[in-house]
């Protein structure tokens, strides 16, 4: 039998291996567990509409370059395919509902309204990382919040200009290095532009609508607002129903039937009518820049304002994608750490050369292109530009809008009529939508 001594010697050495054996494994533990943070990935998905092209070479490149720089975090790149025109739709709704959304979701900025209950609203993370409006032009920032709630970060921007074939002004008799600024020397140079052979059309000086011609790039340039202060749509101010009259007044004086059908007809890329010689003058976008050096490099244009009223206060339509949070991510920080890379970081916007998309951040747009003289016009009106907006029936505005050169043009209405009825129309839409 044991002593009573021998027995409290024996349990402190008992006592004494247990403590030891406690420590190794939980020092074994604590390897394994930091080995473990070390090793693995947090892998979040990233669901976009950019699957080809220059723009698509873009985006792959920037989520390259943010696994390479961001060992902790993987993002995996989904092409989902557009709905509707508007990347933001019922896939991203049908994701959201059955619990199973993507970490971020890559759309245009205008409709996120419409969708800000599958939204994660980013303010508390921008604020907390000092992000803020003063990174970005007011317009991008501006098209990214509804009612002080900021829906997603700026990723991109598009901006709109007055192209111009310089052959042809030389052939007409016009100056290519002062192309037109006011609206009446826009009609002036397009009737000088435009070669008739019978009743065809050999060569179209300009159409109004063609292209980024929409009733929003025309009424801005006339002075128009779409939006007062107070969020109610003003479609049917003075200044819009101008443009609109005007643009139908266009129509007659060439003929609504031909110009139609010469617009119905007409091709992309390679078959674009300014490509191909056919059309004279167009507004559009800066990505015409990219089809033009595909296309046409040896094309002689030039790109000026879109003329106004005076000639003066120039300013262009702009638009854009924004990264967001859908509701229900599981993985919130990494998918916040990945929008703000994409949107914010020089690296990630300075990629947007591939394709010579814009930035939404002015001074990058100036390191990549302030050297172009092809963006000089784009870069300089795009601080005062206008987006459209941010309302909780901007798809159907955009909608009724773009309808409402047509039906003025076929004696559905006069203008002051039709932007009358889509005015009360989208208020009434809203009021609704805020009721429910």
């Keep these: 039998m044991f002593s ?12 004494i291996l247990i403590v030891v054996s406690s420590v190794a494994c939980a020092n074994q533990s604590s390897s394994e567990s930091e080995g473990s943070t070390n090793d693995e990935k947090t892998k979040i998905v990233f669901w976009h509409n950019w699957e080809t092209g220059p723009s698509g070479e873009s ?66 993370f921008a604020e907390r990382d000092g992000i803020s409006q003063d990174l970005f032009y007011d317009w991008a920032w501006g098209e990214a919040t509804y009612e002080d709630t900021l ?33 009446e020397e826009l009609e002036e140079a397009a009737r ?29 340039a006339f002075g128009g607002e779409f939006i007062d202060e107070n969020g109610t749509i003003t479609a049917n101010a003075p200044k819009i129903v101008e443009a609109l009259e005007w643009e139908t ?79 229900g991510v599981k993985n919130q920080e990494e998918a916040w750490e990945f929008i703000k890379f994409m949107c914010t970081t020089e690296e990630a ?31 300089e009106v795009m601080p005062n530009g206008h987006h459209r907006p941010v309302i909780l029936a901007g798809n159907m505005m955009w909608d009724e809008l773009a309808k409402a050169p047509e039906l003025v043009m076929n004696n559905r209405g006069s203008a002051q009529e039709v932007l009358d009825e889509i005015t009360k129309k989208i208020n009434r839409e809203i009021e609704t939508k805020k009721a429910e």
């Design 4 to 15: 009573f001594k021998k027995k409290k010697i024996l349990n402190i050495m008992i006592g």
């Design 192 to 220: 000088k532009l435009t070669i008739k052979e019978g009743n065809r059309y050999e060569q179209i000086g300009f159409i109004p609508w063609f292209g980024e011609g929409w009733l929003y790039s025309w009424g801005w």
């Design 151 to 183: 829906l997603g970060l700026p990723y991109d921007g598009t901006a709109r200009a007055l192209f111009y074939n310089k052959e042809h002004f030389r052939a007409a008799g016009l100056d290519p290095d002062n192309p037109p600024t006011t609206i």
């Design 59 to 124: 985006l792959k490149k920037s989520v390259e370059l943010f696994n390479e720089t961001h060992p902790h975090i993987e993002v995996e790149a989904v092409y989902v395919a557009p709905d509707g025109g508007d990347a933001v739709g019922s896939k991203l709704l049908t994701a959201v509902a059955g619990g199973n959304p993507p970490d971020v979701f890559f759309t245009s900025r205008y409709g996120i309204a419409e969708y800000m209950d599958a939204v994660t609203p980013l303010n508390e």
């Design 349 to 379: 916007q300075s990629l947007k050369k591939i394709a010579g998309d814009f930035s939404a951040i002015a001074d990058v747009n100036q390191k990549i292109y302030g050297d172009d003289p092809k963006q000089e016009i784009f870069l």
């Design 249 to 327: 007044d266009f129509a007659t004086e060439y003929g609504i039937e031909t110009l139609n059908s010469f617009v119905s007809s007409a091709g992309t890329n390679a078959t674009n009518p300014f490509i191909t010689g056919q059309l004279s003058m167009m507004v559009n976008g800066n990505w015409m820049l990219g089809q033009i050096d595909e296309y046409a490099p040896d094309l002689d244009y030039g790109i000026s304002y879109i003329p106004t009223p005076t000639g003066d206060g120039f300013t262009t339509y702009l638009g854009g994608r924004a990264l967001i949070m859908p509701k």
